[in-house]
């Protein structure tokens, strides 16, 4: 008896079972989107009444008050961290909701934790945007993000966008004047040789995964090709029409066929797979139908053009993870040239039309890529290399035992962007040494009797040697031949000593630490899709709230 009466006492206010749970409340109410008005629902708090007896629902003014803390609270969290962070990349894509009724743009930063020593992206903010979606408005957008999370501009290592115009225009670097006298002229000279010496600039690299998907979408313009695609597309629009035809295949394999779409990457690869694996059930099923379906040379055809997207499809899936993913760009894009090299040979005389396609493909990479590959472009960035070269998984077989002399002037380039990417100083002399340690060893009441003074006057930063960098790398290239090829590099620098690698180790982590894509802000509109669906249409204030709460995993 006395258990039961105690089990319908409830917890006082200020308890700690009862806090515990209205957080639990108020975190759900959050990610969810709900408003906070649910709590008040009957059925809602018949719900909690039969989870926990003692618990006392709070009102939807407690909620709103304690998801606000929870939003304040995180933003603090993750704005310390980001002060800490050494590099960051920002990410950005925009989103319109169905009707056009609202547009946003999201805001992402990806960036090596130092206090948890791992690679950390989150969302910074979902800010709404009125059309037109210009160039000016993206970049102020950007710029009221940064400078709310405390991001300064030098420490934005990049900015990755997707292929857009306007994103392009946001983000180009425009030429400097060259009508300024010739003083001016030499100090511009002397900063530009500055900035050089930091490691990041502001620039805008190109989402790699989407760029991929502009490469493959080259299908979609070869006649030959586009008319098989044509013919498959309304196969699988046929049974996508017809329920009947639909349970017949299910009842068959348990499987439906998949519609491509434009927006999704791989698609046209996932539905020629799927139509592949349930080939010979679609054919029975189209047979008792009385529809027409793929001859057997087109089935070939399908098999060849899949085999075609099959690397494609494999490497997007690594490249759009949400971090560490940019040392793998170079040998991602290097292995799916000599696949589409080996292809076209291997299909020359058999399916010319698929060949010639692959060749195409080929050259279309090359100039879309041509930033991450090419060092005689205009636009070449070494990140790329210099994150490849830095990946002790990927980085012998890649670059260092290349002997092809694009891949060693890539290698070369990546070499000079890790030695200009620290501060710069004289090599200290052994005499120099001998001085300082002779100071160090004067007695007490032979130092400057200003030593109060001394200890005011402006130090300049401490710098490191060219010469240290060097050594470095040298000493990484020698280990290469013990690292463990199963071990990411994340994970094979964490391992190695700071005091081995004082300088390589920081760069190394924050170069290994960038995304090759926008994926995580695509992602973003997945969630809030939902967020703001049925009576969360016209949510605007708490979708931005929502989203942060739920993506970075509060």
């Not at 200020?14 to 749970?21: A, G, L």
């Not at 992402?108 to 945007?129: G, P, R, T, W």
Request: aromatic share 8%.
């Amino acid at each position: 008896m006395s258990g039961a009466f105690f089990s319908h006492i409830k917890y006082k206010p200020d308890s700690q079972e009862q806090r515990i749970k209205e957080e639990a409340i108020a975190k759900w109410v959050a990610q969810t989107a709900h408003p906070p008005r649910t709590v008040e629902d009957e059925e809602f708090i018949n719900m909690m009444e039969k989870i926990d007896k003692r618990l006392t629902v709070p009102k939807k003014t407690k909620i709103t008050n304690l998801v606000d803390q929870m939003y304040l609270a995180e933003k603090v969290k993750f704005k310390n961290r980001l002060a800490m962070a050494r590099k960051v990349t920002i990410g950005i894509d925009i989103w319109t909701k169905k009707g056009l009724t609202a547009s946003f743009l999201a805001v992402s930063a990806c960036y090596f934790n130092v206090q948890d020593s791992k690679a950390e992206h989150i969302l910074l903010n979902l800010k709404q945007m009125v059309h037109p979606h210009t160039a000016n408005s993206i970049v102020t957008l950007v710029e009221e993000c940064t400078e709310e999370w405390g991001i300064r501009k030098e420490k934005i290592i990049m900015i990755i966008t997707d292929n857009g115009s306007n994103m392009v225009s946001a983000f180009r670097v425009e030429e400097e004047d060259t009508s300024s006298d010739e003083n001016d002229s030499n100090k511009d000279s002397d900063e530009e040789e500055e900035a050089d010496e930091r490691y990041g600039t502001l620039e805008r690299t190109p989402c790699v995964v989407h760029t991929l998907q502009l490469v493959v979408n080259m299908v979609k313009k070869e006649q030959a090709i586009k008319r098989l695609l044509d013919k498959v597309r309304h196969l699988v629009r046929q049974f996508s029409k017809s329920s009947v035809a639909t349970e017949r295949l299910l009842e068959q394999c348990g499987l439906i066929l998949i519609k491509d779409c434009e927006t999704r990457w791989s698609s046209s690869f996932l539905m020629l797979s799927r139509l592949l694996e349930v080939k010979d059930h679609v054919t029975s099923v189209a047979d008792t139908m009385g529809w027409d379906c793929l001859l057997p040379s087109e089935w070939q055809k399908v098999a060849i053009l899949k085999d075609l997207l099959l690397p494609f499809a494999e490497h997007t899936k690594v490249l759009e993870s949400d971090t560490c993913c940019f040392s793998l760009v170079v040998p991602a894009i290097l292995d799916l040239r000599s696949h589409l090299s080996d292809f076209s040979l291997a299909h020359a005389r058999s399916y010319r039309d698929v060949a010639t396609l692959a060749q195409k493909m080929s050259a279309n990479m090359d100039l879309r890529f041509s930033c991450f590959l090419d060092v005689s472009a205009s636009n070449f960035s070494p990140l790329a290399a210099a994150a490849c070269f830095v990946d002790a998984s990927v980085s012998a077989e890649t670059l260092i035992d290349s002997d092809n002399d694009d891949i060693q002037n890539l290698l070369s380039k990546a070499g000079e962007y890790i030695t200009r990417s620290v501060p710069y100083q004289e090599e200290v002399t052994d005499d120099e040494d001998i001085r300082n340690a002779e100071v160090s060893e004067v007695p007490l009441q032979k130092r400057p009797r200003f030593r109060f003074f001394s200890a005011h006057r402006p130090s300049s930063k401490p710098k490191t040697s060219k010469a240290s960098i060097r050594q470095e790398v040298q000493k990484f290239k020698e280990s290469l031949s013990h690292a463990n090829p199963e071990e990411s590099g994340v994970d094979f620098w964490s391992s190695q000593s700071s005091t081995m690698y004082p300088l390589l180790k920081p760069l190394a982590l924050d170069l290994l630490a960038i995304p090759a894509s926008e994926a995580f802000a695509e992602r973003v509109f997945s969630l809030t899709g939902d967020l703001s669906s049925g009576r969360r249409n016209r949510a605007r204030i708490t979708l931005e709230r929502s989203a942060f709460l739920k993506l970075n995993k509060v």
